[in-house]
């Protein structure tokens, strides 16, 4: 792990604690999804996540539970979980393992910028779309 890598560390879990993690990554910039698995999975208009490199992070304490599923672009996505409180943790799809979706309400001190909006076609009327410099209707761009 490189000193930078270090210096961005951050630590988050599940709401019961159970489950503890530390992911050595910048996790300040958030991407919301509208999709409708996600508007699911959160019970909210939209989940807000980082995307971190998978290497980057560390259970410290607990197993999470996974969740797959294939998804409206087509993947299958593995959504981790606590099985004791049901906390939304983070996923991965399996074309892309090296990279984590991690929740940033999983953090313990989330902070950062919304650069972007995806699903936004999927996106609740009632839930008005952040603002943020990008907006997708379908996906993420490659």
Known sequence: ??????????????LCGAIRYTVHAPVDSIVMCHCTNCQ???????SANVIVPT???????????????RVDSGNT?????????GSPLWSRRDHQPERTVLKVGSLD?????IVMNIWTR?????????????????????
């Open 1 to 14: 792990m490189s000193e930078s890598n270090l210096a961005h560390a951050a630590h988050g879990g599940c």
């Open 40 to 46: 699911k999975a959160s019970g909210t208009g939209a």
């Open 55 to 69: 290497a980057a992070l560390a259970i410290e304490g607990g197993t999470p539970r996974i969740f797959s599923q």
């Open 77 to 85: 996505l593995h959504r981790h979980f606590c099985g004791d409180c």
């Open 109 to 113: 001190e989330p902070h950062g910028t």
């Open 122 to 142: 999927s996106a609740r009327v009632c839930f008005p779309l952040p603002p943020a410099p990008e907006n997708h209707g379908r996906g993420r761009p490659a």
